[in-house]
């Protein structure tokens, strides 16, 4: 009897740039989405459709979502990421069509036999004397309430986020982000001094805490992690 090989676990990522693939151009900006397939055994399969500037209702206007679901099998996983474009002007509110939004990608997900995970947003490196602060407003209060209310399963990047940026201070948590002085590398000759966006070693060090958070929810696919 022949052996069929077992088709792949996917999980699909829906997001913004803090998630996305960025180009060859902005290297070594990562989002953490990027570099997320190298913590798998070939069993599990990473396709990364978060898009930088995206927030839960851009993502559907652009057809993102409807290829994702068109594409997803029963038991894959779709994990999703928004918060930080839904404060633009064009995003939404936290406690209604920020939900609502989110609404259509866990329904989507279970519609399909697939698993919906929800995923908070990542802190912005911005401390005061106290410590950091919250930029991102109500948005994940409202995803952690909104996860408990249809029953789905979370991990809080948001409080992850936090005691690594924390745990790092002021200064070594620079090392997450892409910073860079002028002429010190080609992609930044005016040098950059972001706070909002990763380095590759960032996108890494937050994909271990995904990959913590899918241990604790104890998912089918912890097997599959190197």
Avoid at 155 to 176: A, F, P, Q
Avoid at 211 to 226: A, F, H, M, R, S
Wanted: proline fraction near 5%.
């Amino acid at each position: 009897m022949i052996n069929k090989e077992l088709k792949p676990i996917h999980i699909f990522l829906a997001g913004d740039s803090t998630v996305a693939s960025c180009p060859r151009n902005e290297a070594p900006m990562a989002g953490w989405g990027q570099l997320f397939q190298s913590f798998f055994t070939k069993e599990v399969k990473v396709l990364n459709f978060a898009k930088g500037g995206a927030s839960t209702n851009t993502f559907i206007e652009i057809g993102y979502l409807d290829i994702i679901l068109e594409f997803i099998q029963p038991d894959d996983y779709l994990f999703i990421q928004f918060g930080h474009n839904d404060q633009k002007s064009f995003g939404t509110q936290p406690f209604t069509t920020y939900q609502s939004y989110l609404t259509e990608y866990i329904n989507g997900a279970r519609e399909r036999g697939a698993i919906p995970i929800l995923v908070t947003s990542v802190h912005r490196r911005n401390f005061n004397e106290q410590g950091l602060l919250n930029t991102l407003g109500d948005y994940p209060t409202s995803m952690i309430q909104l996860a408990e209310k249809l029953d789905v399963q979370l991990i809080n990047l948001w409080e992850k986020t936090e005691k690594l940026y924390e745990t790092l201070g002021v200064e070594g948590s620079r090392k997450l982000f892409t910073q860079f002085a002028a002429n010190e590398h080609p992609n930044y000759p005016d040098g950059i001094e972001d706070n909002t966006h990763f380095c590759e070693h960032g996108a890494l060090e937050v994909g271990k805490l995904v990959i913590e958070g899918i241990k604790e929810l104890q998912l089918p696919i912890v097997p599959y992690i190197k």
